[in-house]
């Protein structure tokens, strides 16, 4: 059964570094998400895109944040700098809506960043 | 502006007793309302959504516009239900999904 891929699993990283993440959507998944969940709430969406465009970012702060599809498969979220307040789940799910059909988001197993 | 409130950020019950982890949401329009779950070491996965007015895994929610709920129920808990349940809304012409905090349900033998 195909599944969203993130990587890494886990990042440690300082504060005012840069880091980036991975995500591979499911094959066929035109839609990708970015979600951030810290610790004890729900994840909220950070990006959303509709193949390589983006479609909502409101959540994103764009002076720090960028993510990027550039062929509409695959995608990189980007923090620099990192802050003590980054630290939390990086989510990533996907989407296809079936003609008619209802839409249904894929999660991957998420990347943990602690910044120190 | 959108908003899940899940007012119980734990439940416990016993095997074979009745569960319903609560969902309130805030939207003026028409909303999706949707239950996820998260099982220990695994990916957040869907549990059911109202508009396929399904059962899953003995799982019933139904949508009450007048309460603006959308309360999860199964009549008999069972040990693998034990997880983290995460209530979300997807506002009309939106596919955004907004998440509550979670419930953590733990079903005691």
């Known amino acids: 059964e195909a599944e969203v891929a993130q990587s890494p699993r886990y990042k440690i990283t300082e504060k005012s570094q840069a880091v980036a993440f991975w995500c591979d959507p499911i094959?066929?998944?035109?839609?990708l998400y970015w979600y951030r969940q810290i610790l004890g709430q729900g994840p909220e969406l950070l990006v959303q895109?509709?193949?390589?465009?983006?479609?909502?970012d409101s959540q994103l702060p764009k002076d720090r944040f960028s993510a990027e599809r550039l062929k509409g498969v695959d995608s990189t979220l980007k923090i620099q700098p990192a802050e003590l307040g980054d630290s939390a789940m990086y989510l990533c799910?996907?989407?296809?809506?079936?003609?008619?059909?209802?839409?249904?988001?894929?999660f991957g197993p998420g990347t943990r960043l602690t910044v120190l | 502006a959108q908003r899940v409130t899940q007012p119980e950020k734990l439940l416990s019950v016993f095997k074979g007793a009745p569960v319903e982890l609560k969902c309130n949401y805030s939207?003026?329009?028409?909303?999706?309302l949707f239950w996820y779950v998260q099982y220990s070491r695994q990916r957040l996965q869907l549990l059911l959504r109202?508009?396929s007015r399904e059962s899953i895994k003995g799982f019933t929610a139904d949508l009450n516009k007048g309460e603006t709920s959308f309360h999860l129920k199964k009549p008999f808990a069972q040990e693998e239900d034990s997880a983290m349940y995460y209530c979300?809304?997807?506002?009309?012409?939106?596919?955004?999904?907004?998440f509550g905090k979670g419930t953590k349900l733990t079903v005691n033998p």
């Open positions: 979300a809304l997807k506002g009309s012409g939106s596919e955004k999904l907004v």
């Open positions: 094959s066929g998944h035109a839609t």
């Open positions: 895109f509709q193949d390589e465009s983006v479609v909502d």
């Open positions: 939207y003026s329009g028409s909303p999706e």
């Open positions: 109202h508009i």
């Open positions: 799910a996907s989407s296809r809506r079936l003609a008619g059909g209802p839409d249904t988001q894929y």
